[in-house]
């Protein structure tokens, strides 16, 4: 049901959805395919997005006091940020963990940790977010069981892991195997939810990464769009028909301070996703054509020089994703490009966005910029330029072949330096760094995460493996290496290993041992 007219500051109304009687095609009309005005009819007039903040670092005790405290701010979900050893599989007492334990994120080693993580926030009524990927299978059955433990039952969990392995060999590099097992996990990761949590968005396909690598914004969804291709394959490949499993796919997207071509972006990208979906695969649930996204705010446009000019940096970046269509939005903290943020840095990021919402207009009507000459024209254009890459993957024979062949990094990386290129002449300004810059910096006090911990969370892995039946978790490691050399999904057994108490790090181990580790082809 539409909500009723807002009213503008001088008294008159406006309308939810504003157009002609029959809209061209091209522009079409929200909630209907292409979808270029957004996947909902009323969009933002019934209720605003998803305030979603991500946040984590240090112990999960110390992160579960951040999350309650955006809880208690008005935040309408949490975001989960890991630290590197967790990200690449490894506990924080193995040799390669040494010096980034709960430096970039939260240190989660058990199910201890993850039960520490959301003590006290009930997992029935939230919706958690989990930057994780090579091995989001593990973190999600952690979160399964901790919501277990709280009476809470696994179709009842809401949230999204990002599970996007394919952009970690283009942008990021905290991959674990190969492409094709990471693949075949991804596809595993599938199926376990639609059978088990089935509310759960399975992967966040994301072009964030690589954009804040150098990606143009044409380069962001093309390369974003043939990694979702590559993960509808194998999909299917698996077994799955693709209505079944499409409709809980998800995308991430970056935030520019270029509002016009950001907007553009996103219409663009619903639109070109609409049609591979229908007219490629035979999608025949509309949920199944709808790009639903996340998006964040550019931390890659962040300055350390003059920190507080961040923040109308990232207003104007938040503003393009609500123009854009957003389902969920991350806005950073002015004082990122420094250290994690602080408390009073992640607060005002998150009054960023209460103030667009439930202070300005931009709610109160549907896609604001249809029918805008500029915004038109520039969607039809990045949308071009979106499809002659997309054509280009498709001839190396798909995204996996052309990281392989070192295609879509190499494009990032002449983007990358060519924007380094025009920052350093001048050509591109950025204020307080190549203009506008002050004599000296006023001093700024960074949150700083205590070097303590690594000893604290290596105490506690020690008495986990000392109060746990050993035989047990060798005898659940011994079942998910067995099910990884056959074709059995191995998230069942993965389970098994970590409600008996296995490590993060033993069970990428378990996974390390049948399917070896990726090491990128050194190219010259």
């Known amino acids: 049901m539409a909500a009723a007219p807002r009213h503008s500051e001088s008294g008159f109304p406006i309308e939810p959805v504003y157009g002609p009687e029959q809209p061209p095609p091209e522009i079409g009309v929200p909630g209907e395919f292409p979808y270029t005005r957004g996947i909902h009819p009323t969009m933002y007039t019934g209720r605003p997005w998803t305030m979603r903040q991500y946040a984590g670092f240090g112990t999960a005790a110390e992160s579960n006091a951040r999350y309650r405290q955006l809880i208690a701010g008005g935040g309408h979900g949490l975001s989960v940020a890991f630290d590197l050893p967790t990200q690449m599989g490894y506990d924080s007492d193995a040799p390669l963990a040494a010096g980034e334990v709960g430096k970039v994120g939260v240190a989660i080693d058990s199910v201890e940790d993850m039960a ?17 990927n090579a091995p ?23 949230g999204t892991v990002q ?14 195997f190969p492409p ?25 396909i994301s072009g964030y990464h690589m954009a804040e690598a150098g990606a143009t914004p044409a380069q962001e969804i093309a390369f974003t769009l043939a990694d979702g291709v590559a993960y509808v394959r194998a999909a299917l490949a698996a077994g799955m028909a693709v209505d079944d499993f499409a409709p809980r796919l998800s995308f991430f997207f970056v935030a520019r301070t270029t509002l016009l071509e950001e907007v553009a972006k996103f219409r663009a990208a619903r639109r070109i996703w609409a049609r591979l979906m229908r007219d490629t695969f035979g999608a ?34 938040a503003l393009a994703a609500v123009l854009g269509g957003t389902q969920s939005l991350h806005t950073n903290s002015f004082d990122e490009a420094i250290a994690l943020p602080t408390e009073k840095a ?32 520039l969607t039809d254009e990045v949308e071009a330029a979106a499809l002659a890459l997309l054509d280009r993957v498709e001839e190396l024979g798909g995204a996996v072949a052309a990281i392989e062949a070192g295609y879509q ?38 949150l700083r995460v205590d070097p303590a911990i690594e000893a604290r969370q ?67």
């Not at 939230?126 to 930057?131: C, D, E, F, L, R």
Request: glycine share 6%; proline share 4%; charged share 25%.
């Open 180 to 204: 094709a097992p990471s693949l075949r996990l991804v596809a595993d990761l599938f199926r376990y939810c639609q059978a088990e949590i089935p509310r759960w968005n399975t992967i966040s």
């Open 458 to 524: 290596a105490e506690r892995l020690a008495r986990l493996r000392a109060g746990r039946d050993a035989a047990a978790v060798r005898r659940e490691l011994d079942g998910l290496r067995r099910a990884a050399a056959g074709g059995e999904n191995v998230l069942y057994p993965m389970k098994g290993a970590l409600a008996a108490r296995a490590t993060v790090g033993e069970v990428s181990d378990a996974l390390r041992a049948v399917w070896g580790t990726y090491r990128p082809q050194e190219r010259f």
């Open 163 to 176: 599970n996007d392995v394919l952009k970690e060999y283009i942008a990021r590099g905290t991959y674990i």
């Open 136 to 158: 989001a299978a593990i973190l999600l059955l952690l979160y399964q069981l901790v919501g277990a433990a709280q009476g809470v039952a696994a179709h009842r969990l809401t």
């Open 116 to 132: 520490v993580l959301f003590d006290g926030i009930p997992l029935g009524e939230v919706s958690t977010s989990m930057t994780i």
């Open 346 to 377: 992640a607060r005002l990021a998150l009054r960023t966005q209460q103030v667009i919402a439930h202070e300005s207009d931009v709610t109160a009507t549907v896609d604001p910029f249809a029918g805008s000459y500029a915004v038109e024209a």
């Open 284 to 317: 025949r649930n509309p949920r199944s054509q709808m790009l639903r996204f996340h998006t964040q705010t550019a931390g890659v446009q962040l300055t350390a020089q003059q920190p507080e000019v961040n923040l109308a940096r990232v207003t104007v970046q």
């Open 409 to 446: 990094k190499g494009e990032i990386e002449r983007s990358a330096y060519r924007i380094q290129q025009q920052t350093e002449a001048g050509e591109r300004t950025v204020v307080g760094v190549n203009r506008f810059r002050l004599e000296s910096e006023e001093p700024y006090q960074p």
